[in-house]
C-alpha cells in the first residue's frame, strides 16, 4: 500500500454482497490506469475478530483494521471508500459471535453478567464493537450530501410511486415534550482547555465517579441532559391506550444502534409498557433468566423455554398482544413485530418509508394502516410531525416536481457524540449527576432518580467552523438558502449558534440567504419550497445529518442509496461514503431465498468518481482523472438507460447493473481522446463486452429463482459468496483476459 492507495471498505450485508461482483470491476479498470486499490475488513464479523485477536489461536489472528482506518483518517493521503456497515445491537452481536464460533472460531461468549475480571474484560471489548462503532472512526470531517443533479433529473422523469395522503390521515407523532431529553438539556462552551469529571452523588451521601476524565479543548461545547424515566412510562403508557382508542397501529421509532446505550433502555420500557401485566408478575423471572426487554420481545420468546413458567409467560404475552392496540409490524408473514429487535426500526429509515406509504405502516394482518408513531424524546420528533401535516394538508409530494432537501452536517470529531456514548448512564441510585472541571467547579448538574437516562454530549470548536465554512461554500456553489437547523430555546443549540454567528463573519457571505431556524420552523420552510420545486440547503447538527439525509432522499428518489455523500477530511483526503443508507437487511434475505439482489449500487459509483479525482491529484496520474471522468459519464448513461436493479425476479438485478456499468464505463474510455493508450486498452473490452450483452444478461438471469447458500450471513464464505454473485461465465472471462 502507498501513502494515496484507495482503501475499499468490506462491510456487511447486501453492500458486501454487491462488493463481490463490483470490486473486480473497479480493479480491473484501475489496474490499466495504475491505480491502487486496496480493501480493508471493517465488517461486524472482523471488527468482533480483531476486538479478541489475542485471545484467538495464531491463525484465527486479525488486525484491527478499523484503527488502522481510523488514523488514515486523520492524514492527508487518505482516500476511503466507506460502504454501510451493520452498527450492532446486542442480539445482532450475540448472533454474530455465535456464527463465527460456528464456523469454527474459538471466541468467548458474550458475557451477559459478567463476574470475573477475564469476562469483564471481554465484555468491554465486545461493548466496543457494538452500536454505531464505525462511523464516528472513520468521520474525521463534515459531511456533504446531496443529489447529484443528474440523480434528481432522472427522479423527475421517472417518478417512483408515492402512496397517497388524505386529510383525515389518523397517523401522527407521538413525543414527551417534558421531562425528556430536549427540555432538560444544559449546555456550557468551555473557556479553556480543561479535565472534566461526571460525578453522581446519591441522596444517601455516597459519591460514584461515573466517568473519571474527560479531556476537553477551549471552545468546545459541554452538553448534559436526562430523560426522566417515571415521565417516560407514564408517557409510554399513555401511548398505548392512545393508540387503542384511535384504533391506530402502535409503532416506535428509536435509534438503538447510533444511541447505544440510551435507546435500546428507551426501547425496554416501550416492551414492558405494552406488556405491564406480563412484566408486573413475570419480570423478576424473566431477568432472573437473562431475559431483557431491552434487547426485544424477539429474544424474550426466543428464551422461554428455558424458563420454568415459559408456556404461561408465553400465553401472558399474547393475551396482551390480543388486547392491546394493533402492533405495527416488520415481518407480518412471520409475526414479527416492531417491538422484537431494538435494531429492525431505525427512525432515519423507518419515518420516511411510512411517509412515503400514505403515512401507513403494516399491520398484524398484512395490510397497510395508519400509525402512532412514538418517538419519545423531543429534540427532532417535531420534524416529522410538520412533513405529516403538511402531507395531511396537501397530500403526497410529487417527486417529478418537488425541489430537493441537500445536507451539511456537523458530525467530525464525534461531534454531539454520534454513536461514542461514553456518557451517558442509567442512574443507580436517586441523587444529582454533576459535571465538575479540574478546579472543582460544578459545570452542569441534573437531580435524577434511580433508573433515569443521563448523558453528556461533546462537540469541538473546530468541526463547527469547519461545518460553518462547508454551508457557506454550498450555499455559494448553489445560490441556494442555507438554513441552520438550530432552535434558540434549545441550550446546546444556543451555544451553537453563538459559534455560527461568530464564524459566519469568517465569509464574505455577500448575496448568500443564510437563515437560522428551529428545526421545526426550518421544515416548514423547506417542505413549502419543496413544493414549489426549490431547493433548500439544511445545515445541521450530527443527528439531524441523519435524519434528513433519508428523509428528504427516500421521499424525493425513492431511496437514500442513490446520494453523493462525500466527507471532506478536517486534515486533508477525503471519506466518500456510499448513499446515505444503510446495509439493507432485507435485501440479503432476497438473495438468501431466490438468489435475486436488489441492492443499487449509485452509491458506490458516485463515491468512486470523487475518489479516483483525489488519487489522480495526489499522485499526479492523469490516467486516473481520465477513469474518473468516463466513470461520470458511464454513470449518466447508467441513469439514462434505467440500469439500476428492478424490485423483483426477471429484471436486472445489482449483478446485472454492475455488468452495464462495466459496458458503459469501457466505452466511456475506449471513445474519450485525453489518453490514446487507454482508449486503445478498453476498445477491444468495450467491443467484447458490447457483443456479448445478451449472453450475459442472460446467464445473469438464468440463477436468478433459486435460493442461494452464502455459507454465512455476518461472515460469508468468500468463495460461496463470489461465486453467487459472478455467475456469468461470459463476463468473468471478459475481465479476466483483460
Ligand atoms: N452508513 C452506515 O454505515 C449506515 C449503516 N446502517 C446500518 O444498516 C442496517 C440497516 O438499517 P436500516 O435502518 O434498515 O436502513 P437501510 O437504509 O439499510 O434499509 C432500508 C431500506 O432502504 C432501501 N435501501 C437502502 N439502501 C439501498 C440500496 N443501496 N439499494 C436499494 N435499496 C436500498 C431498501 O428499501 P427496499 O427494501 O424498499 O428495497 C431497504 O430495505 C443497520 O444495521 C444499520 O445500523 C444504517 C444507516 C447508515
Ligand atoms: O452509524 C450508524 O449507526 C448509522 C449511520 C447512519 O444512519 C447515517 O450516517 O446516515
Ligand atoms: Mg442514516
Not at 409 to 433: C, N, R, W
Not at 549 to 558: A, N, Q, R, S, V
Not at 624 to 631: E, G, Y
Request: hydrophobic letters at 40%; charged letters at 25%; glycine letters at 8%.
Amino acid at each position: 500500500m502507498t501513502d494515496s492507495t484507495i482503501i475499499y471498505t468490506h462491510t456487511d450485508e447486501a453492500p458486501a454482497l454487491a462488493t463481490y461482483s463490483l470490486l473486480p470491476i473497479i480493479e480491473a479498470y484501475a489496474s490499466k490506469a495504475g491505480v491502487e486499490v486496496e480493501t480493508r475488513d471493517i465488517s461486524l464479523a472482523g471488527r468482533i475478530i480483531a476486538a479478541v485477536s489475542d485471545l484467538l489461536p495464531e491463525d484465527q489472528r486479525a488486525a484491527d483494521a478499523l484503527a488502522e482506518l481510523g488514523e488514515l483518517a486523520k492524514r492527508p493521503e487518505a482516500n476511503i471508500i466507506k460502504l454501510p456497515n451493520v452498527s450492532a445491537s446486542v442480539p445482532q452481536l450475540k448472533a454474530a459471535i455465535a456464527e463465527l464460533r460456528e464456523q469454527g472460531y474459538d471466541l468467548p461468549d458474550y458475557p451477559e453478567d459478567p463476574q470475573t475480571d477475564e469476562e469483564r474484560d471481554v465484555r468491554a471489548r465486545y461493548d466496543k464493537v457494538k452500536g454505531s462503532a464505525v462511523n464516528p472512526v472513520l468521520r474525521e470531517g463534515n459531511s456533504d450530501r446531496r443529489a447529484p443533479a443528474s440523480v434528481k433529473n432522472y427522479a423527475k422523469g421517472h417518478p417512483h410511486s408515492m402512496g397517497a395522503w388524505s386529510s383525515d390521515s389518523k397517523t401522527d407523532v407521538a413525543t414527551m415534550g417534558v421531562d425528556d431529553f430536549r427540555s432538560n438539556e444544559k449546555s456550557v462552551t468551555l473557556a479553556s482547555d480543561d479535565t472534566l469529571r461526571i460525578e453522581l452523588v446519591g441522596d444517601d451521601g455516597s459519591t460514584t465517579v461515573l466517568k473519571e476524565s474527560i479531556p476537553v479543548l477551549a471552545g468546545e461545547i459541554v452538553d448534559a441532559t436526562s430523560m426522566n424515566v417515571a415521565a417516560l412510562r407514564e408517557f409510554l403508557a399513555a401511548q398505548v391506550a392512545q393508540a387503542k382508542a384511535d384504533d391506530v397501529l402502535f409503532s416506535v421509532h428509536l435509534k438503538a444502534t447510533m444511541m447505544k446505550v440510551s435507546d435500546p433502555i428507551i426501547f425496554g420500557h416501550v416492551v414492558r409498557a405494552f406488556f405491564p401485566k406480563t412484566f408486573a408478575e413475570h419480570g423478576a423471572a424473566l431477568a432472573e433468566a437473562g431475559l431483557s426487554p431491552n434487547d426485544g420481545l424477539g429474544g424474550i420468546l426466543a428464551g422461554l423455554d428455558q424458563v420454568a413458567n415459559g408456556a404461561d409467560i408465553k400465553a401472558s404475552f399474547e393475551a396482551e398482544l390480543a388486547d392491546g392496540p394493533r402492533l405495527a409490524m416488520v415481518d407480518s408473514d412471520k409475526g414479527i413485530t416492531n417491538l422484537h429487535v431494538p435494531s429492525d426500526v431505525i427512525v432515519d429509515a423507518s419515518m420516511p418509508a411510512m411517509i412515503r406509504t400514505s403515512g401507513h405502516m403494516w399491520g398484524p394482518d398484512g395490510q397497510e394502516a395508519d400509525t402512532l408513531a412514538v418517538i419519545p424524546d423531543s429534540s427532532y420528533a417535531g420534524v416529522y410531525q410538520v412533513v405529516i401535516d403538511d402531507c395531511k394538508a396537501h397530500g403526497a409530494y410529487d417527486p417529478s416536481t418537488m425541489g430537493s432537501v441537500p445536507n451539511v452536517g456537523l458530525m467530525a470529531q464525534k461531534a454531539e457524540e454520534y454513536g461514542s456514548h461514553d456518557k451517558t448512564f442509567e442512574i443507580p441510585t436517586t441523587g444529582t449527576v454533576r459535571v465538575v472541571n479540574a478546579a472543582g467547579d460544578v459545570l452542569l448538574e441534573h437531580t435524577v432518580a434511580q433508573g433515569d437516562i443521563w448523558r453528556a454530549c461533546q462537540t469541538k470548536d473546530v468541526p463547527v467552523r469547519d461545518w460553518v465554512k462547508l454551508a457557506v461554500n454550498r450555499a455559494r456553489a448553489t445560490g441556494d438558502p442555507a438554513v441552520f437547523w438550530l432552535d434558540e430555546t434549545r441550550a446546546h443549540d444556543a451555544q451553537l449558534i453563538a459559534k455560527v454567528n461568530e464564524y459566519l463573519g469568517e465569509h464574505d457571505t455577500d448575496g448568500l440567504d443564510i437563515r437560522i431556524m428551529s428545526p421545526v420552523e426550518a421544515t416548514k420552510l423547506s417542505v413549502e419550497r419543496i413544493r414549489q420545486g426549490l431547493d433548500t440547503i439544511s445545515v445541521t447538527g450530527n443527528v439531524l445529518r441523519d435524519y434528513n439525509t433519508d428523509l428528504f432522499p427516500i421521499l424525493e428518489l425513492g431511496t437514500s442509496a442513490k446520494m453523493l455523500s462525500v466527507v471532506p477530511l478536517i486534515n486533508g483526503g477525503g471519506l466518500f461514503e456510499t448513499g446515505a443508507g444503510g446495509s439493507a437487511p432485507k435485501h440479503v434475505q432476497q438473495l438468501v431465498k431466490e438468489n435475486y439482489l436488489r441492492w443499487d449500487s449509485l452509491g458506490e459509483f458516485f463515491a468512486l468518481v470523487p475518489s479516483l479525482e483525489q488519487y489522480a491529484t495526489a499522485t499526479d496520474n492523469p490516467k486516473a482523472q481520465v477513469l474518473a471522468d468516463a466513470l461520470d459519464r458511464a454513470t449518466a448513461s447508467f441513469l439514462e438507460h434505467d440500469r439500476s436493479p428492478g424490485r423483483r425476479l426477471g429484471t436486472i438485478d445489482n449483478r446485472g447493473s454492475h455488468f452495464y456499468l462495466a459496458l458503459y464505463w469501457a466505452q466511456e474510455l475506449a471513445q474519450q481522446t485525453d489518453d490514446a493508450e487507454l482508449a486503445e486498452v478498453f476498445g477491444p473490452l468495450a467491443q467484447k463486452l458490447s457483443d456479448a450483452e445478451q449472453t450475459i444478461v442472460d446467464e445473469l438471469a438464468a440463477v436468478q429463482g433459486q435460493p442461494a447458500d452464502l455459507g454465512g450471513y455476518y461472515q460469508p464464505d468468500p468463495e460461496k459468496a463470489a461465486k453467487i454473485m459472478r455467475p456469468s461465465t461470459t463476463f468473468n472471462e471478459a475481465l479476466a483476459s483483460f
